[in-house]
């Protein structure tokens, strides 16, 4: 990266900053300097290289989320059918994904796809007779929808030995079980894809300040942005202004929202919630797993540990990754301070918290009986989907912080959220990422609604573009069947991914 290691510039203006250097300020840097190439835009990273905090591939799971596995975006209802509305909607958000990834490997910013996205199959494992019935329930209603047309099912065990053999493998006979699978999904290394991003950015002269923390900002009379930053190595402090400042800051985000006195910001709190993983690297066994298979969450537990047994493609090997075990940890960052949650209790978000905690005891429990839990409980919980697992192969790694949103509720008090969310001051001139879920799989679409929000007046002017980078934008796939299919095989072409499927077999 060509302009990386410089300090903070000067006092001058300048268009916009991108307060720290993860998925997030990469895909709005991209965007913005795509469509105001003379806009200047700086960045500022605290710690010594970018893409180091949630988006490194080992601090997530890197699943490219598209509802294919995940049980948390099909809800029942009461009557037993299945609600896909949300499914539907990230997939949708999904696809916008792809389509500007697709975009960049064509025009060269974006290198070799395998080196940040790979064909993954997501499956969906689940035993007993009740969720066989959902499952099957969950499949009829989903593949039915042009973007799951892929999806298999089977309850079948030797169908799901052809599938994923690590979970049948010494498994009782007799037990009641089902799985779908979707060979359209994805493993996506979110840190190769910022580092790439953030290269591109760094050559065509976007100043990327590194181990530069930013430590205030106010807004200024005429609406502009004075930011004070440290330099994390000698402490010396300098400040710069900016028309528009995007806070990505990942956890820190809300704490910056605070200090820069946005009322918008007032009456959100957030719930950290830490993370590991097994991973395994032993060829004999990652050989014979190619899928990312999502289970049931355990009941009371939030919907980011739902337990999946993930192959990874980093820097071109093959891991398998299993967990999350999610833990709790007064840290925002995993960088971060044990003191971000008690300092970030302010008068106006501690009635939402206190409701939160109410209406979540059996969350909080959980997550203190995951902390504490030995490592027989944790390699337990592997055996239940790997019965064959051996303690040798697997090594235990910490991953990234999630800072979940809590946020005022009119009827409650407050409430956890476990979605993503934009927070923009009235004005446009900032705004910020909160939530950590469906996360970096949609940081497009994410970062269009920021744009859409904080810059009314360009429009017009930007649809041009932003229509060439991302073709179906504003279109709904759902309701455009062949467009649906047009822009999966194009994505899948590009992007060297499956594009389709064959049943083998069917309920
Ligand atoms: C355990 C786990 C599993 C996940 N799994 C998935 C998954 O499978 N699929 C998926 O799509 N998403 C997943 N996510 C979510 C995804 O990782 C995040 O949504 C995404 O990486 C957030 O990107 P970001 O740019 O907002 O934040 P980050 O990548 O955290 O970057 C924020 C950056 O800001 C810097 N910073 C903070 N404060 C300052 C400051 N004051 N000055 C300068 N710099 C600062 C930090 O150092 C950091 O580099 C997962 C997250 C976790 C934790």
């Not at 007799?174 to 290269?199: I, N």
């Amino acid at each position: 990266m060509n302009s990386t290691e410089q300090g903070p510039v000067d006092e001058a203006m300048c268009d916009v900053v991108l307060i720290g250097a993860g998925i997030m300020s990469a895909t709005l840097g991209l965007l913005l300097h795509r469509l105001q190439p003379d806009w200047t835009i700086r960045v500022y990273e605290r710690l010594p290289g970018v893409a180091e905090e949630s988006s490194d591939a080992w601090n997530n799971a890197g699943t490219g989320h598209a509802a294919l596995c995940e049980l948390n975006y099909t809800s029942e209802r009461p009557d037993g059918t299945i609600d896909i509305t949300k499914a539907i909607a990230i997939n949708e958000q999904f696809q916008v994904s792809r389509q500007l990834w697709s975009h960049l490997v064509e025009t060269g910013i974006l290198g070799n796809p395998g080196s940040f996205i790979n064909p993954v199959p997501h499956m969906t494992f689940v035993q007993g007779t009740d969720n066989v019935g959902y499952l099957r329930r969950r499949y009829r209603a989903l593949s039915e929808h042009p973007l799951f047309a892929s999806m298999q099912f089977s309850d079948d065990p030797d169908t799901i030995r052809r599938w994923a053999p690590l979970l049948i493998d010494s498994r009782p006979s007799g037990e009641a079980m089902a799985a779908t699978r979707d060979v359209t999904g994805t493993d996506v290394d979110f840190g190769s894809l910022t580092r790439q991003l953030f290269d591109h950015l760094g050559a065509a002269g976007v100043h990327i300040g590194l181990n530069q923390e930013v430590r205030g900002l106010r807004q200024n009379p005429d609406s502009t942005w004075q930011l004070r930053i440290r330099n994390c190595h000698n402490r010396a402090e300098t400040t710069t202004r900016a028309r528009f400042v995007f806070v990505g800051a990942g956890g820190w985000a809300l704490k910056l929202l605070h200090k820069a006195r946005i009322p918008d910001a007032r009456g959100y709190a957030l719930l950290p919630i830490s993370g590991r993983f097994l991973r395994c690297d032993n060829p004999d066994v990652t050989d014979r797993h190619d899928a990312k298979v999502y289970g049931k969450a355990p009941i009371g537990a939030p919907p980011m540990s739902m337990p999946h047994l993930d192959t990874r493609v980093v820097d071109g090997s093959r891991s398998i990754l299993f967990g999350p075990y999610a833990g709790s940890s007064p840290k925002f960052l995993k960088n971060g301070s044990v003191l971000d949650l008690p300092r970030s209790i302010r008068a106006h978000n501690v009635t939402p918290l206190i409701a939160m905690a109410k209406d979540n005891l059996a969350l909080v429990r959980l997550l203190v009986t995951e902390l504490t839990a030995s490592k027989s409980k944790k390699l337990k919980a592997l055996r239940e989907f790997v019965p064959t697992a051996n303690p040798q192969d697997w090594s235990m790694i910490t991953a990234g912080q999630r800072a979940q949103i809590v946020k005022k509720d009119p009827d409650r008090g407050g409430v956890l959220q476990f979605g993503t969310e934009v927070v923009a001051a009235q004005d446009g001139t900032i705004a910020a990422v909160l939530g950590a879920s469906p996360g970096a799989s949609t940081a497009v679409p994410i970062m269009l609604e920021l744009l859409d929000r904080c810059f009314p007046e360009h429009r017009q002017q930007w649809a041009p573009a932003l229509l060439e980078m991302i073709p179906t934008l504003g279109v709904s796939l759902s309701c455009n069947p062949a467009l649906a299919e047009r822009t999966m095989m194009a994505t899948a072409r590009t992007l060297h991914l499956s594009a389709s499927t064959s049943s083998d077999s069917t309920p």
